[in-house]
C-alpha cells in the first residue's frame, strides 16, 4: 500500500475519532484536548494536501491561540455538569433538526462535488503557478484578487476586538492605578519630607 | 562504493534509515550538549557569584549532569492523589516532543539538516506555540492549586511574549524574502555586515541597521520570557512563589521538563544565530574554503554556529546572573505595551524598505 495513503487513513481516523470524543468526553478539559488533536491532525491533513503554509497557520492561530483560551476558560470555570445535562432530554428534538439538516447539506455539497468535480461548473480557480511555494502563491492571490475580501475580513476582527473590549472595560471609581510614568520620575526630594524631631515634642500633624 | 549500494539509498527503505539516523546523531548531540550546557550555566552563575560552582563530580566536575541524571532516574515517581494521571504523565512527554521535534528544522550547515522544508520558520514558530500545553496540562493535572496557578502564570507570559517573537521573525522574513531557514542564512552570507543584524544586505542596507539591531535584542528578551529563563522565570521563582506548574513533578517526569526547558534554550540561542547572527556562516568572506572538501567546508561552517550558539548562551547565562527578577506586572507591560508596539512599527518599517528601498 502507498505510503501516503497508510498516513491519510491513520490521521483521518485520528482527527473522526478526537471529534467524536470532543463531545463524548466527560471531563471537559479532556474534550478541549481532543479538540486540540483534531485541529492537529486536521494540520497534518493539510500537509499531505501540499498546503503547508495553511497546515502551520492553522497549528499557530487555532492550536496555540484560540484553544489556549478555551483551555483557560474551561480550567478556570467550575462547569457542573449535572446541571447542564438537566435540559438534555428537552433540547433534543432541536439538537436533531439542526444536526439532520446539517448533515443533509453535507450529503448535497458532496454528491454534488462528486457529480461535477470540485471547480466544475463554478469559475476555476486561479491557475497554481509552478515551483512557487505555498505561502508566496497565496499571497500573490491574496493581496490582488481578493484584497478587498481580506481586508474586509480584517475590518471584521478588528470590530469584533473593539467590541471585546468595549463590552469588559469598566472604570470603576476610587481606583487607584499604576503610573510607570510618575513612579520612575519621582525624585528622593518629591518622595520623602525630612523633619526635625525635638526630642520630648514627638510629631505634631 | 558500488552504484547498487548507492541506488538503495534513493528507495523508500533507505530514505526511512538514513532519516531516522539523521535524527538520531541530532538528539544524541543534542542531549550531550544540554548536559554540558547546564553545568556551563552553573559555572558562569557561579562565577559570577564568585562561587567555584560543580567540581566535585569528574574532573572540575565536567561529570555533574550525569550524576544529576542518574539521580532524577533513580528516584521513585510520586503520582498525587487526585491527579489526572494519564494527563500527568502526557505533560512532560509533550514538553520535551515538541522540544526535540523543533531541531529538525534547525541548519547545522551547508546541506546540514534533517528536514530543509520551506515553512521552516512557521514550523519552529508553530511548536514552541504548542510548548505552552505541556505546561498547562502538567499544572491542571496535578490537582494543586499552586501548580494550576503556577501552569496560568506561565502559560500567560509564554503566549505574551510569542506575539512579539512572532513580529521579530516576519521583519527578518521580509528581509530574506524566504521562510526557509537554510535560505536565510545563505543570504547573510559573505561576512558579519551582511547579517540580518546589520541590516542584512552589506553598505546598501545599513540604514535598516537602526531597526534589525534593536529587533535582535527584542528577539532576544522574547527568547528569556518564552524560555522562562530568569530575569522572567516567574513561572519557578523559586525564592518567592513555589516552584510553579512543577511542583508536583519529581523523578523522570520532571526530568523531562527539565530537558525541554534546557533544549529550548538552546534552540533560542540557536535560533538567535541562525536568524540574525548569519547561522553557519563565517563572519568574514571564506573564499579559501572553495577548494575544500564538502564535509571540511560542513564541519568549518558547523563550527561557526557552534561559536555564536555559545556566545548567546553565555549573554543569556550572564543576564540570568545580574539581572534581578521582574515581578509580573511589568512583564506584562513590557512584552504588551513596548515590545509589541516596537515591533509592528518596525516591520512596517522594513516593508518600506524592502518596496521602496534600494533593493526594491
Known sequence: MDLQAIAFYLLAAVTVISGFLVITARNPVHSVLFLIMAFFTAAGLFVMLGAEFLAMLLIVVYVGAVAVLFLFVVMMLDVDFTQLREGFAQYLPIGMVVGGVLSVEMVMVAVTVAANGAAGKNAAPAAPVADLPNAEAIGRVLYTDYIYFFQAAGLVLLVAMIGAIVLTLRHRPGVRRQNIGDQVARTPASGMKIVQIKSGEGLSE | ?360
Open chain 2, 1 to 360: 562504493m558500488t552504484s547498487s549500494a548507492l541506488e538503495f539509498w534513493t528507495t523508500p527503505l533507505g530514505w526511512t534509515l538514513i532519516t531516522v539516523g539523521q535524527i538520531l546523531l541530532v538528539t544524541v548531540v543534542l542531549l550531550l550538549s544540554v548536559a554540558f550546557q547546564i553545568y556551563g550555566d552553573r559555572k558562569i552563575f557561579a562565577g559570577v557569584q564568585m562561587r567555584k560552582g560543580p567540581n566535585v563530580v569528574g574532573p572540575f566536575g565536567l561529570l555533574q549532569s550525569f550524576a544529576d541524571l542518574g539521580k532524577f532516574v533513580v528516584k521513585e515517581l510520586v503520582i498525587p492523589a487526585g491527579a489526572d494521571k494519564p494527563l500527568f504523565l502526557l505533560a512532560p512527554l509533550i514538553s520535551v516532543i515538541l522540544a526535540l521535534g523543533c531541531w529538525a528544522v534547525m541548519p547545522f550547515g551547508p546541506g546540514w539538516i534533517v528536514s530543509n522544508i520551506n515553512v521552516g520558520i512557521l514550523y519552529l514558530f508553530a511548536l514552541s506555540s504548542l510548548g505552552v500545553y505541556g505546561i498547562i496540562i502538567g499544572g491542571w493535572a496535578s490537582n494543586s492549586k499552586y501548580a494550576f496557578l503556577g501552569s496560568l502564570r506561565s502559560a500567560a507570559q509564554m503566549v505574551s511574549y510569542e506575539v512579539s517573537i512572532g513580529f521579530v521573525v516576519i521583519t527578518v522574513i521580509l528581509l530574506s524574502g524566504t521562510m526557509n531557514l537554510q535560505q536565510i542564512v545563505e543570504k547573510q552570507a559573505g561576512g558579519f555586515w551582511n547579517w540580518n543584524m546589520f541590516g542584512g544586505g552589506g553598505l546598501a542596507n545599513l540604514p535598516i541597521l537602526l531597526v534589525m539591531f534593536p529587533m535582535g535584542v527584542i528577539f532576544f528578551i522574547s527568547g528569556l520570557a518564552e524560555t522562562n529563563r530568569p530575569p522572567f522565570d516567574l513561572p519557578e521563582a523559586e525564592s518567592e512563589l513555589v516552584a510553579g506548574y512543577a511542583v508536583e513533578y519529581g523523578s523522570t517526569p520532571y526530568l523531562l521538563f527539565y530537558l525541554a526547558e534546557m533544549s529550548n534554550i538552546l534552540l533560542m540561542s540557536m535560533l538567535f544565530a541562525v536568524l540574525f547572527l548569519g547561522g553557519w556562516q563565517a563572519p568574514f568572506p571564506t573564499p579559501f574554503t572553495d577548494s575544500w572538501a564538502p564535509t571540511a567546508v560542513s564541519l568549518f561552517s558547523f563550527m561557526w554556529l557552534f561559536l555564536k550558539t555559545i556566545f548567546v548562551f553565555f549573554m543569556n547565562a550572564m543576564v540570568r546572573a545580574i539581572v534581578p527578577r521582574y515581578r509580573y506586572d511589568q512583564l506584562m507591560r513590557l512584552g504588551w505595551k513596548v515590545f509589541l508596539p516596537t515591533s509592528l512599527v518596525a516591520v512596517m518599517l522594513v516593508a518600506a524598505w524592502r518596496v521602496f528601498g534600494p533593493q526594491a
